[in-house]
């Protein structure tokens, strides 16, 4: 019993961090059917703010506000420098923008902080371990299953009763019909940005959490990971992400208890071969999503 | 109210809208009639700046509106509805109706009494109003992208189309709605293809053929022509 109330646990706190950056990449997909390659970076910048505050003796959670703050800043960045100025143009020019976003992002943590890994403050909470329905675990896995729980509660609420949130809905299945009702569209482009910035950057508090530190590459698994739970649960779909994200934590925490120690270090390529394996059956991902709809 | 001043539209090289000229005074309902490709939906699409205009001018209420964006015309008090009748379809008939008056955030009172007129208007969107958009038939859909344009309140409403695909007892009923529209006060420009029954409603009608204007008049005396048909064409001229 203990055993399933601990693997509970742990997919549920992995798969909120999951579902988190998931929808992140994926509530701007929605809408632009453009995939911002430079998503890992807000998770990275984050971390930065976080590890450059440090010795500022600020309360931690000033110093986390400030750093879902730069995330949400640098997602409204993206926009203005990857996106708007060649979002009507062509694809292969914005996954190339923002390919390139991505790296100058990566280019100036090295070369402005250092390559090596930099420690980021984390509260003491984070580091003890409470007793839980007889099950001993790390706090943070508590906390993060609380963040994500409200994160994506809050979520919900504005996607389904803010005229924002239906304005970016709309968008998300038909752009230009949003446009001819007044929905102005380079407002709900950065909204969905700035919306994108703080689920990535409340996952980096939560991911960073788990690592103790930052380095100028630390977003590249977290696009990974959000990029392959919204294929797995549709790309098309919010609920679709975060099905996917909690999917992809249930076959990842799965395979580390049933996998022999020998075996555990090709995790991945077991996780992976799952992934192939429900596409093949879903091509489209889980949830289909809506159907159509053209970009800009 | 609306004045179009030799509108050019073009797709790529090729021009859809040669040069075209027309008016709409202030609650008149003015149908565009014309064959497929005559250039009826581009001419609308650039009325609300949805397709570039390569030349010419359009003026709103006597303001040079060229240019503008799709969501500013809208701001301007000029909505239209696409021949594609786009209903959110996961949205919600409310919700749906809710985005129709996203112009208008802070008019809270006005925004609530012509939803219940629209819905008075049209019982069937109240009756399904919880429902998906895209559970309702092709006439429901109509009726529901055309009470979502009223939601912002328009000077101007450009409908496409509007009785593509429907069956006739849905159709009659429709154009006594947009009948009932103009009688509140609302000026209309009707694309159709169904020309007998635009004609009964207009004031005044043009024909478009091949990007051009082949003639223009009052509703009465375009319906009375017994070469109608090959005007369309390009015989009877």
Known sequence: MTTVIQFLIDVLSLGGAYALMALGLVIVYGILRLVNFAYG??????????????????????????GVLAAIATGIATDYIAFRPVRAKSVTAVLITSFAFSTLLQNAALLLVSPRPRPIP????????????????????????????????????????????????????????????????????????????????????????????????????????????????????????????????????????????????????????????????RPQGLIKGPASGDRT | ??????????????????????????????????????????????????????????????????GKKPEQMVQAGLAMVPETRDVFPDLTVDENLRLGAYTRLRDKSGVASDRERLFALFPRLQERKEQAAGTLSGGEQQML?????????????????????????VVDQLFAMIAELKALGTTILLVEQNATKALQVADSAFVLRQGKIATEGRASDIAARQDLNALYLGGGM
């Open chain 1, 122 to 281: 984390l509260p003491d909470l984070f580091s003890t371990t409470v007793e839980f329905l007889g099950v001993v675990t790390p706090a943070r896995n508590l906390i993060t299953i609380l963040a994500a729980f409200i994160l994506l509660s809050l979520f919900l609420f504005v996607m389904r009763y803010t005229i924002i949130g239906l304005a970016m809905r709309a968008a998300a299945t038909n752009f230009r019909m949003a446009r001819m009702l007044g929905v102005p569209a380079n407002l709900v482009i950065s909204s969905a940005f700035a919306i994108s910035g703080l689920l990535a950057g409340v996952a980096s508090l939560l991911w960073l959490g788990r690592i103790g530190s930052v380095v100028p590459g630390v977003g590249l698994e977290p696009l990974l990971i959000a990029f392959i739970a919204t294929v797995l649960g549709g790309m098309r779909s919010l609920e679709g992400a975060v099905l996917g994200g909690f999917l992809l934590a249930f076959i990842d925490t799965g395979l580390n208890y049933l996998l022999p120690q020998d075996l555990l270090k090709f995790r991945d390529a077991f996780t992976f071969s799952f992934v192939i394996l429900v596409l093949l059956w």
């Open chain 1, 41 to 66: 970076e807000l998770i990275m910048i984050a971390g930065y703010v976080l590890y450059l505050m440090s010795g500022s003796g600020l309360p931690w959670l000033v110093m986390a506000f400030m």
């Open chain 2, 145 to 169: 992208v055309i009470a979502r344009a009223m939601m912002a309140r328009p000077k101007v409403l450009l409908l496409d189309e509007p009785s593509l695909g429907l069956a006739p007892v």
């Open chain 2, 1 to 66: 109210m609306l004045e179009v001043i030799d509108l050019e539209v073009r797709y790529g090289s090729i021009a859809a809208v040669k040069g075209i000229r027309f008016s709409v005074a202030p609650g008149a309902l003015a149908t565009l009639l014309g064959a497929n490709g005559a250039g009826k939906s581009s001419t609308l699409l650039a009325i609300a700046g949805a397709l570039p205009v390569a030349k010419g001018k359009i003026l709103f209420d006597g303001v040079d509106v060229t």
